[in-house]
């Protein structure tokens, strides 16, 4: 099972020091096309995408998500206000390692 990123690249950055592979991408249209290839791929399992472009895209998402087998998980972005964000150990909750 392939892991992916999507988002902006700080956040993509963040998950390829960790030797996960991502895809930078500047607006919520071009990530929900990437998105789409990668869901497209049966080798990808699972994509990560920045809570930051995955708002104004939610509606489709949801349709993919109920489509694909692929798992598409939104995170918060690299510097979200939300809250201070451990990706390691959150990634490892999600693949329940």
Known sequence: MKI??????????SFQLAGI???VSPT???ALDEIKKL???SDVGLVLVSD????????????LRAEKSTLV????????????????VMLKKILGV
């Open 52 to 63: 930051d472009i995955t708002e104004s895209i939610n509606d489709e998402l949801t349709e």
């Open 28 to 30: 919520p249209q071009n």
């Open 21 to 23: 592979p991502g895809i």
């Open 4 to 13: 992916f990123t999507v988002g902006s690249k700080s956040f993509v950055t």
């Open 39 to 41: 869901t497209e791929d």
């Open 73 to 88: 998980f939104a995170l918060p972005a690299t510097g979200s206000k939300k809250t201070e964000v451990d990706y390691r």
